[in-house]
């Protein structure tokens, strides 16, 4: 199984300012056939169920504002955030889905200092 | 607008059965995958299984934890997945979550199962 580790545990951020979160795995994410990576980011807000993020490594999904963008490579990514908002506070979550099984980091908490 | 709404979670015996349903709304049920996660009690995600479109064979796959003792299936006709748990242990008590397709979107607002005696 491929092991997705996130970094850190709890990010405290300050509203206005940017903020990223680390996800690495234990195998690539590149699939060589169609050269897309497949790895998505969920958000989880308090008392909510999980909602997509950004799908193959850089896409956003429907309704997601731009200010939250996915990069990286290979094993390892970057979900960054350019200006963190109070709605933004919640558990992130990285999945891969090059394999079954399909999975997820430990998440990332983010609250606001 | 497409939703997902997951139901059937309560209260089982440990080795009982228990059925979820996820009732879909707003997209053509049979062109789309379907995906079921969990989250135990303060914990993260973790995937459960999936089954494909019938374009694809209608084929499942599914956690090692789950394996042999999971069905995941589907009804076009209703637009309807469901999640069929045989020999429920208490590791396993943990919201469920459906989800559209392997890119997991939307997620439906989760059922509550409970495994205990």
């Known amino acids: 199984d491929i092991v997705m580790t996130q970094t850190p545990l709890s990010l405290p951020v300050t509203p206005g300012e940017p903020a990223s979160i680390s996800c690495r795995s234990s195998q690539s994410l590149l699939n060589s056939d169609d050269g897309n990576t497949y790895l998505d980011w969920f958000l989880q807000k308090p008392g909510q169920s999980p909602q997509l993020l950004i799908y193959?490594?850089?896409y956003r999904a429907s309704g997601v504002p731009d200010r939250f963008s996915g990069s990286g490579s290979g094993t390892e990514f970057t979900l960054k955030i350019s200006r963190v908002e109070a709605e933004d506070v919640g558990v992130y979550y990285c999945?891969?889905?090059?394999?079954?099984?399909?999975?997820f980091g430990g998440g990332t908490k983010v609250e606001i200092k | 607008e497409v939703q997902v709404v997951e139901s059937g979670g309560g209260l089982v015996q440990p080795g009982r059965s228990l059925r979820l349903s996820c009732t879909t709304s707003?997209?053509?049920?049979?062109?789309?995958?379907m995906s079921w996660f969990r989250q135990a009690p303060g914990k993260g995600l973790e995937w459960v299984g999936i089954?494909?479109?019938?374009?694809?064979?209608?084929?499942?796959e599914y956690a090692a934890s789950v394996k042999g003792r999971f069905t995941i299936s589907r009804d076009d006709s209703k637009s309807i997945a469901y999640l069929q748990m045989n020999s429920l242990k208490t590791e396993d008590t943990a919201m469920y979550y459906c989800?559209?397709?392997?890119?997991?979107?939307?997620w439906g607002q989760g059922t509550l199962v409970t495994v205990s005696s």
């Open positions: 707003g997209f053509t049920f049979g062109d789309y995958a």
């Open positions: 989800a559209r397709e392997i890119i997991a979107d939307p």
């Open positions: 999945m891969q889905r090059i394999n079954f099984p399909l999975t």
């Open positions: 089954v494909r479109s019938k374009t694809y064979g209608g084929t499942t």
């Open positions: 193959t490594l850089s």
